[in-house]
């Protein structure tokens, strides 16, 4: 049983779409966070969230602390954001991840 | 910025060989983790440390130990490598437990 469950695994989307990553989490949280992870491996934090939305540049995230659902979403994408984003919740104990989903932007 | 290096971007080892990968935080964070990240199966803990010399499991720590001598670096020691241990390892660290991560660029290690 997967405590944070990520959705969709897999996306292509065209240059300039909106898109949209679901994260669904079953335990009680103090913080969600969005991270990217480039083909290269490393991982950079985008936004850590306990309520309400946020929003930098071209990325949007929000949270539904009732229904434990949280979106990341990126307006006008670009191929640079061609990335693995993955969802983490902090429990305050510890962190769970989601699997990813592996985000191809095509020009 | 808070930065977190890992010695190795890419690590060749064969079966049986003791390997360490470094990990170093410049920020004097108190919490240091070790991660293995497996297609489908996403980060999963290894290790982490809220002190020095302090260590604790994580979800998966068999086939590894750590080593936290100093506050800045937290090593993680394959004591005899096997094929299965072939992977993505990050390492992170916070500030505190209720903090954001800061992630190394990850090192990937092949075992042969």
Redesign the interface.
């Known amino acids: 049983k997967n405590e944070v469950e990520q959705s969709p695994q897999n996306l292509t989307a065209q240059e300039g779409e909106f898109i949209t990553i679901n994260c669904s989490y079953s335990v009680g949280i103090s913080a969600l966070h969005w991270l990217q992870q480039h083909p290269g491996g490393g991982i950079v934090s985008l936004f850590m969230l306990s309520s309400g939305k946020k929003k930098h540049g071209r990325l949007i995230a929000t949270i539904n602390i009732q229904e434990k659902h949280s979106s990341l979403h990126i307006t006008a994408s670009h191929p640079r954001d061609s990335a693995v984003y993955i969802c983490a919740v902090n429990t305050g104990n510890q962190f769970y991840f989601g699997t990813g989903t592996s985000l191809t932007v095509i020009p | 910025d808070v930065k977190v290096t890992q010695s190795s971007?890419y690590l060749v080892k064969r079966t049986g060989e003791k390997v360490f990968l470094e990990c170093v935080q410049d920020m004097d964070h108190e919490n240091m983790f070790w991660y293995r990240q497996d297609p489908?199966?996403?980060?999963?803990?290894i290790y982490f440390s809220y002190d020095v010399k302090m260590k604790e499991k994580g979800d998966i720590p068999e086939g590894y130990s750590v080593s936290r001598e100093k506050k800045e670096r937290f090593s993680l020691i394959l004591e005899s490598a096997s094929t299965n241990q072939t992977s993505?390892y990050?390492c992170a660290s916070s500030f505190a437990?209720?903090y954001?991560?800061?992630?190394?660029?990850?090192t990937?290690l092949t075992v042969v």
């Not at chain 2, 489908?40 to 803990?45: D, Q, V």
């Not at chain 2, 954001?100 to 990850?106: D, E, H, I, N, V």
């Open positions: 971007r489908g199966l996403g980060l999963r803990l993505m990050l437990r209720n954001g991560y800061t992630f190394g660029s990850g990937r």
